[in-house]
């Protein structure tokens, strides 16, 4: 055995780190940890429409959610197809004796609409028989006593002198709150409307139809609807959910999704003409969440919507293909992604167009005409459109969104289309997405990632390297997915601190949106979300706030911000690292491992024997050869080894064969004594691709970016990972593969900062966020800016990183605003976790 290790001492003293503008890493223990930062004057412009939402209808966000329709199953449309537990009759039930002189059925010849196929049909045969059904709302009908309810439906004398109908609410003991009747029914479909006026709160009514003369009548969409909506539309949103995504002031609005947009299967694609129209004849369907769409909420309203908010429309029609994980419910339709057949492929290209002339075309046009008829001659001014949802880049659909692409651009080439680089933001779709867009020479690209806090923080730099040559990019949907996918402060900072990064990128970051926007208690698929609500109430999580303050403090110019921390080194000293040496579900040989500190070789086996210097944690090892052989199907097989190291870091080289299995090697690095480490996976995702892993607290990140590759058999490798102060390197071969910035033997405090200018009120606005645990002095430099106004308005998120506004608790973290002065070269105390906006007023 040659294995040699050198003990090795460092000097103590003072050090200085410098990382221009993103995170820098220092002693979480040490409450002497100081912080500069330095805002350069070299404006960049950035974009001005950075922060959104994306809207989409999971979690009860649109029917018993934002789209203020009190009626559960109010077409009687509900289906086996929507949730396994759900028929026609859903949220409807008889109320009082039953006879075999009554039934309640639900019929479908000579429907009210071909796309509302389904009605109720009542039928009395004698004097005297009552016939009751009463509708339960969603989660129960909340009224507000003095508040005007618009109530309507259709129906259809079928035989008999039938009727009256009654419509009434009542209390859930049976008690009148409001009633109107409709009497002289048509035998033919008719819609008969009215006003039902509670005097008195119910957040948990019904709503009862009944009938009492002998006859059969048909009744269709029966709806209860508030007049106070937001901005009193008619088939409006609810007003105080619509006004909390108002105050996000958001510059966009994204929708319809999501998966719902490209659908569960071909048919259940969201076509944005099925969705426009009166209401009773759109065509309602299964939502890939499970539950039912009445597309009550459609095209018409989301663009009416958008207005009200002042933020622009950014539809997303499905690419022609639908949603690759369909099939996985109820097995309905085929599992995987499918394109509509390509002899369909013009008439649906045609539907794109046109969409766009729907949004902004001349009321003389054909769907422009459509637009005013429904009461808005004026354009939407629709300037995105996305096309696809974070697709499997296949083929088919390469394919067919190449031919949308070409077709929007050659007609409307003011409009920006925005593809997909799939659901991650690493991984084959991504790297093929990329390759695709760079082909089609695509504006803008919709980029997705659902990952831990850790992840964001260790990604500040991700954009920094994004060439501005190739598509901008749409973060479309993003959120931090802490331990139990809770909204703590944790999540919320390191969004906060990845917007940082957008902003600091906003030149070529252009779009942002927090996904998924809506949560209704008690009827969630996804969590975390920005909002959660129920029938009465409303909570703004954490997250929330991140994204106001964002948006709110926006600017449109980015000025050049360098965060510094200052740390004791001696609180920084030698620790055990170790590396670790391993596969998954592969066989291999490694060789000549060697690890250099300085220029001092400090470790150098070449496996003459097993050394008992390493520890052996799974696999089956042994030495053969003059190498190291693991022999197991283990994930993973690893072997470790322990060694001091200082902050000045360390080079690992050695060489690795793979013999057989199905990925490549786990090379190890970085370890901390909370058993905190970094592996370099090579040919890991099934032998696809090359990343750096970060594991900690039980979870892993990819660090950096992702490189595709694979690992061939029989052959050798050179690996080399370099270890240094303030940057891992990772060489196969002497090719540089990853080059990622990482504070080796920092702690855990971590500052992000931006600082942006307001053209529009000449203010400039500094945020920073920081997730040490204790308060850090921190001197603001913003000398070279010249002159600014003396005051500014501070605006603090803080509290304990785990704190959590739950819905029907009090808020833990909401923002607390207060003016302080200012002057070009300020200390102010950063509190422990928090997220801190300084808006200087302009003088
Ligand atoms: O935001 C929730 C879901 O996450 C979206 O529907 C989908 O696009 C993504 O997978």
Redesign the pocket.
Known sequence: MKNNFQRFTFALGILFLVIPETNVLGDDHNPQSTATILVGSEAKAISADLIGI?F?D?NYAADGGLYAELVQNRSFEYSRGDNRAWDSLTAWSRVGPESTSTSVTVESREPLHENNPHYLVLRAEREGDQLSLRNEGFDGIPLVGGDTYNVSLFARAMSGTPGPITVRLERVTGEKLSEITFDKLSGSWTKYAGKLLPAIDDSNARLVVSTARPGVIAIDMVSLFPQNTFKSRPNGMRRDLAEVIADLKPRFVRFP????AHGDGIENMYRWKDTIGPVEQRKAQRNIWRYHQTMGLGYFEYFQFCEDIGAKPLPVVPAGVCCQNAGNYLNLVPKGQRGIPMQLMPEYVQEVLDLIEYANGPVTSTWGAKRAEAGHPEPFHLEYLGVG??DEITPAFKERFAMIHEAVKAKHPEVTVIGTTG?ATDGRDYEEGWKFADAIKLEMVDE?G?KTPDWFWDNLQRFDGYSRDRSQVYLG?YAAHDRDRGNTLRSALSEAAYLTAIERNGDHVRLSSY??LLSKQGRTQ?RPDLIYFDNVAITPSINYYVQRLFSIHGGDQHLPTTVSVEQNSNEQGAHLDSIRLGTWNSQAKFDDVRITQGTDVTFNDSFDQLSSDWNLNSGQWKVADGALLQTSDEQPAVIQYGFPADRSGYTLRLRAMKSSGAEGFLVGFAATANNEYMWWNLGGWGNTMHAIERFREGGSSIVGSTAQGRIESNRWYDIMIKVAKDRIQCYLDSRLVHDVAYEYMGATLQLAASCVRESSSGDTILKIVSNASHPVNTTIDLSSLGSLGDLATKVVLSGYADAENRHGEPAQVVPVTSTISISPTQQVEIPANSFTVLRIHAP
Do not use: Q, T
């Open positions: 994306f989409e999971i999704g999501g998966c719902v949802n974070e659901p997705h659902y949907e996904a998924p996804w």
